[in-house]
């Protein structure tokens, strides 16, 4: 009964690799989003979808890919990892964009080593 | 470009009453959101406000002055458990700027 949930919870890898994050929400909602947040807590947006249409790119590196196959899911591939990518990353998912609530993800914390 | 500042920590006694505050500077400013984080957990919503005034939900209200690019979020009877932080975030056309966070303590 998860209205967002995120794979994996845990991700711990080497510098250089390509890994994947994948969310789905249940809500019906139609914007998806992508969170980076650092080790001071700083919460960052980094994309936002809406019906599968990309509305928000921030400054992010190209080597982070975001992909939508659909409006429930926002997948989040990185390529070429680096010691700065460790973070928390959150999806989140809202009725529309803008003013409405967002109901976020557990996270996924990614540690490069 | 803008703008959130709200402080970094505070800390209060069970039971009493905690003031947030917030100020900030952006264009195609929409309203302000408050958010909570526990440790380890993810952002919940609390509270939007996107005209002037003062909106309760339960212990916690939030209070909005488009005129002064301010807010706060005002908690009541504190308990143990609102030990946590809490983020405002303003709406800027399509997205939500957050702020850096307020870690709030809450003493025995």
């Known amino acids: 009964d998860t209205a967002v949930s995120q794979t994996p919870k845990y991700l711990v890898t080497q510098m250089g690799n390509d890994k994947s994050i994948k969310c789905e929400q249940n809500?019906?909602?139609?914007?998806m989003y992508w969170y980076k947040q650092d080790s001071k807590k700083f919460l960052k947006i980094m994309f936002s979808y809406n019906n599968k249409e990309l509305i928000i790119n921030e400054t992010v590196p190209n080597r982070f890919s975001p992909k939508s196959p659909d409006k429930a899911h926002l997948n989040l591939h990185i390529n070429s990892l680096e010691l700065g990518d460790s973070a928390v990353y959150f999806c989140?998912?809202?009725?529309?964009?803008?003013?409405?609530?967002?109901?976020f993800g557990d996270g996924t914390r990614l540690s490069i080593l | 470009g803008q703008s959130l500042e709200q402080p970094s920590e505070v800390t209060a006694v069970e039971g009493a009453i905690v003031q947030i505050n917030c100020t900030y500077q952006t264009s195609g400013f929409y309203g302000l959101s408050w958010y909570q984080q526990h440790d380890g957990g993810a952002p919940t919503f609390l509270s939007y406000n996107g005209l002037d005034g003062l909106e309760e939900t339960g212990r916690f209200s939030s209070f909005l002055s488009r005129s002064d690019s301010y807010g706060y979020l005002l908690l009541q009877e504190l308990q143990m458990k609102d030990s946590a932080s809490y983020f405002c975030?303003?709406?800027?056309?399509?997205?939500?700027?957050f702020g850096k966070g307020t870690r709030l303590h809450i003493l025995p």
């Open positions: 989140a998912s809202s009725r529309g964009a803008g003013n409405q609530p967002q109901h």
């Open positions: 809500l019906g909602h139609d914007t």
């Open positions: 975030a303003v709406t800027q056309d399509d997205k939500i700027i």
